[in-house]
């Protein structure tokens, strides 16, 4: 039972363009979702979240969109760079659960020069 | 303010034996969850510690425990070790009564089972 589902395991994108990431999810439970980015050898980092109230929260060159219709949500990357190569996760998760996060499978994100 | 630390980098253990896992959460984070990643996949939650109680548990099997300290120490243990336990395992650390979900990650211990 997959609850949260990236299903473009890669993306590769142009510097300078747009990279946009996309995530699906099953449960209507969660009310907080977040986005981190790993790189090889090194724990997931926080990127962006965004609340279940809102559609849309922007954080400098990232952006994610929230679709509660459709249970979905995007992250923007505008200008993509070199160093934004990385494994990305969303994750979700409900209130009061202190973080008990249910990660995606990720999609592997190689930005070209 | 350090970051949080895991102990061991790389692990290899033998079916059937016991392996201990370690982490050093950020000073007065009093929440720390394990997850466990396996290759190809997303981190998976394994369990959550609050104030060295634990505080939920994801799908895993009592084989699976853990211990939270008071000096932002925790362990992971994994008894009877089966070959589909190598995974990448990962520790976060949360601030106390952090309400936004942030979670600080380690780097995890690469756990390998023969």
């Known amino acids: 039972d997959q609850q949260v589902k990236q299903n473009s395991p890669s993306l590769s994108v142009q510097e300078g363009r747009i990279s946009i990431l996309n995530c699906d999810y099953t449960n209507s439970m969660f009310d907080y979702f977040l986005w981190y980015k790993k790189y090889p050898a090194e724990g997931p980092t926080f990127l962006i979240s965004i609340s279940s109230i809102k559609d849309k929260n922007e954080d400098g060159r990232f952006t994610v969109f929230l679709n509660k219709s459709a249970k979905h949500l995007s992250l923007h990357i505008v200008p993509s760079q070199p160093g934004d190569s990385a494994v990305y996760f969303c994750?979700?998760?409900?209130?009061?659960?202190?973080?008990?996060?249910?990660f995606g499978q990720g999609t592997i994100l190689t930005v070209h020069p | 303010e350090t970051g949080v630390t895991q102990s061991p980098t790389h692990l290899i253990k033998t079916r059937g034996q016991q392996v201990t896992l370690r982490c050093s959460s950020q000073?007065?984070?009093?929440?720390v969850s394990w997850y466990q990643q396996a290759l190809g996949q997303g981190p998976q939650f394994i369990f959550q510690y609050y104030r060295e109680e634990e505080n939920g548990r994801g799908n895993f099997p009592p084989r699976f425990s853990g211990l939270q300290f008071p000096n932002y120490s925790s362990e992971l243990n994994v008894n009877a070790l089966e070959l589909d336990d190598s995974a990448l395992y990962l520790c976060a650390s949360s601030p106390a009564g952090l309400a936004d979900y942030e979670q600080y990650f380690g780097p995890g211990t690469r756990l390998t089972v023969t």
């Open positions: 994750a979700g998760t409900t209130s009061g659960s202190y973080g008990k996060l249910t």
């Open positions: 000073s007065g984070h009093n929440t």
